[in-house]
């Protein structure tokens, strides 16, 4: 059963990059008709999509980031990693990884079928 | 301000039958993407509820269903049960601003 797991540190401060890395084991990260993605959620409010790679490297960022955010992907260590930089208090979330299927060749058609547990990040001095 | 529209709660008594309801606009369901539903229970990662519009993955009750008409989608929970008491989250893409998959505000839906 595949199971996805956020690891990374939980206090940025202001102005530091955020580095989040999400393991996904029982599966391959290499699998055809799915992306990896993250979402994160500000305590006490809704979902935002950040951004998704797939395993050859492609990556498509929520504009609202595309300055400021990286996702990578490490196929040898089935892994893939968000870096956001120049924080805010604004950007304290728990950030959830995901995997995303694809269902229609492009992200038009794109849904988040498992979720990991997510993980809180907190951005302060 | 979410692009997707969802009423911030609803409720119902147990048995009975709700719906929550995910407005958006031209750039997004109206454009004919399709809607997804999430359940977040309480401190937990949200999990796929309906994918395509009215599909549903397997596991998932068939008290639960989906549908889309113009530029809005619904999500029918029948057969209420205090277990279903959660947030509850729709996706699409979203075609302004070079494209983006967005979700509604969410609705937390209440078992009396």
């Known amino acids: 059963q595949l199971q996805l797991q956020e690891s990374g540190p939980g206090l940025v401060k202001p102005s530091e990059t955020l580095s989040l890395t999400c393991t996904v084991s029982?599966?391959?990260?290499?699998?055809?008709?799915?992306?990896w993605g993250w979402i994160r959620q500000p305590p006490g409010k809704g979902l935002e999509w950040i951004g998704s790679?797939?395993?050859?490297?492609?990556?498509y960022y929520n504009p609202s980031f595309k300055s400021r955010v990286t996702i990578s992907v490490d196929t040898s260590k089935n892994q893939f990693s968000l870096k956001l930089s120049s924080v805010t208090a604004a950007d304290t979330a728990v950030y959830y990884c995901?995997?995303?299927?694809?269902?229609?060749?492009?992200?038009?058609?794109?849904?988040?079928?498992?979720w990991g547990r997510g993980t809180l990040v907190t951005v302060s001095s | 301000q979410s692009v997707l529209t969802q009423p911030p709660s609803v409720s119902g008594a147990p048995g009975q039958r709700v719906s929550i309801s995910c407005t958006g606009s031209?750039?997004?369901?109206?454009?004919?993407?399709?809607v997804h539903w999430y359940q977040q229970l309480p401190g937990i990662a949200p999990k796929l509820l309906i994918y395509?519009?009215?599909n549903r993955p397997s596991g998932v009750p068939d008290r639960f269903s989906g549908s889309k008409s113009g530029t809005s989608a619904s999500l029918a929970i029948t057969g209420l049960q205090a277990e279903d008491e959660a947030d509850y989250y729709c996706?699409?893409?979203?075609?302004?601003?070079?494209?983006?998959?967005?979700f509604g505000g969410g609705t937390k839906l209440t078992v009396l």
């Open positions: 790679i797939y395993y050859s490297g492609s990556t």
């Open positions: 031209s750039s997004n369901i109206g454009a004919g993407y399709d």
């Open positions: 029982g599966g391959s990260i290499s699998s055809s008709s799915y992306y």
């Open positions: 995901a995997r995303v299927k694809d269902y229609g060749g492009n992200y038009l058609y794109w849904y988040f079928d498992l």
């Open positions: 395509g519009n009215s």
């Open positions: 996706q699409s893409y979203d075609s302004s601003l070079s494209g983006r998959l967005v």
